[in-house]
């Protein structure tokens, strides 16, 4: 009787076991689930509320056009907030740099594939000098970009003397309002976009299976196969539903290539290199990093070049996309591009936060934009709403942290 009652148990303490497993993965990867959640709950209000407007291809089209330059900034935010710092100058930086290449382009004739290199090296410049006195000065970062800010806002003045220069070529509008064609003939939907889905949705589920292959082979994995199997069938089904979307309209945008591009080489960087590894461990404890022997000065400062860089490529994006570069271009860009990074699970303190949790950050400030601007909700109410959403995800990560 004792071994029947026994074996009885067995069953039901191994449901508990698992049971248990599950909860406590789910508590230690809140913020990951989390945050997806938040944003198919909220494409799913929007949708219902809007009457299908929102996933109408024309919207979803203009939706990743208009997020397009907060999603290239917020990936070089990222990784500025894992080392521990924070940059309140982008968006400023963003409107120097589109004047800058009005003032080539239109202004001076230039070739715009000669003033698009010669603006990404000036971005990179004024990384360097901002990076600059951030590492090696130890100036807090906040007080460096607050008065790159306040200088390159000048500057964008004083470049195109208070009035609008454009429009820009169409070749230069390309790189905003381009759609990539369909290689095969086909026209509605385009083929070739459906193609790429099918590509992209199959090497998230190649790579995803053969990480988790060898974090089971190494004894370290511990996500439960019903949420392995749920992120990923649903990540590659909503891209194979985005792409049919998007076929069915003008096919893939251009900006759409280069985003997709620079999250999956980002991805790798943080992921998967000595580089990403030691800059979320500076984040984490820059005293114990530089104590390892590690160059903490070199990648705060090399952070900042990045960030520079992908700022003004952002700049080139939303001034094509404009077609005319303004004085006022980037107003308010940062914190949009701040509130990104942190709804998408980035820690104030650094050493947390992914790329993918930033994107989707941005996906979530968009799509709120984006639906309430249909629902006819002011800007005022608009503002609020953000603020709110902001504020309850630093609350979350607080908690978070205290619970933990």
Known sequence: MTQEAAHSFQPAASGSSARSSSIGFIRRHMREYGILLA?????VFFQFMTGGILLKPINLTNLVLQNSYIIIMALGMLLVIVAGHIDLS???VLGFVGALAAVMIVQWQMNYVLAAVLCLGVGGVIGAAQGYWVAYWRIPSFIVTLAG???????????????????????????????????????KPNAFALLLGVLVAAAILFFAFRSRMRNRAGGHDDEPAAFFYAKNLVFAGAILYLAYLLATFRGLPNVLIVMALLIGIYSFVTSKTTVGRRIYA????????KLSGINTERLTFLTFVNMGVLAALAGLVFAARLNTATPKAGLGFELDVIAAVFIGGASMSGGVG?????????????????GMSILGIGIDYQQVIKGLVLLVAVIFDVYNK???
């Open 149 to 187: 800010m306040l200088v390159f806002k000048g500057l964008s003045l004083w470049l195109l003397a208070g009035q609008s220069v454009g429009p820009f070529p169409g070749s230069f509008q390309l790189l905003s309002s381009g759609f990539v064609p369909d290689i095969f003939g086909v026209g």
């Open 354 to 370: 992914t790329i993918v949790g930033a994107v989707i950050g941005a996906f979530i400030m968009g799509v709120m934009n984006n």
């Open 282 to 289: 500076m984040g984490g404890n820059e005293k114990a990093t």
């Open 39 to 43: 944003l198919i709950v909220i494409m």
């Open 402 to 404: 205290n619970k933990g």
């Open 90 to 92: 982008v968006g400023s």
